[in-house]
Nanobody, 123 residues
Framework: QVQLVESGGGLVQAGGSLRLSCAAS????????MGWFRQAPGKERAFVAA????????AYADSVKGRFTISRDNAKNTVYLRMNSLKPEKPDVYYC????????????????WGQGTQVTVSS
């Protein structure tokens, strides 16, 4: 079992930056692929970024490439999402997720999910 707790969300102006954190419980954090997804009101949850177990490889949605960076610190059982050049849009809830099978952009490949942290970008 892995429990995930996100933090770092909030209100930021367009063009600004935020860093989200996701702290994981348990001693097997390094055995999981980690991903970030986001969900706007009335929309399905969408892939944002993923990172492999050791952090050597990452993947991003096209909409965030060049602006967002996913990273992890296995010694701290934490995965991060650095978001730069944020664009004004409806509030999104960002979720981190842990998967044991493969690095993926698909929700069903992730077994554990956090409760989410909201990010609001004002214009």
């Amino acid at each position: 079992q892995v429990q995930l707790v996100e933090s770092g969300g909030g209100l930021v102006q367009a063009g600004g930056s935020l860093r989200l954190s996701c702290a994981a419980s348990g001693r097997t954090f390094s055995s999981y692929f980690m991903g970030w997804f986001r969900q706007a009101p009335g929309k399905e949850r969408a892939f944002v970024a993923a990172v492999t177990r050791a952090g050597g490889n990452t993947a991003y949605a096209d909409s965030v490439k060049g602006r967002f960076t996913i990273s992890r610190d296995n010694a701290k059982n934490t995965v991060y999402l650095r978001m730069n050049s944020l664009k004004p849009e409806k509030p999104d809830v960002y979720y981190c997720a842990a998967g044991a099978i493969r690095n993926s952009n698909l929700e069903h490949d992730y077994e554990y999910w956090g409760q989410g942290t909201q990010v609001t970008v004002s214009s």
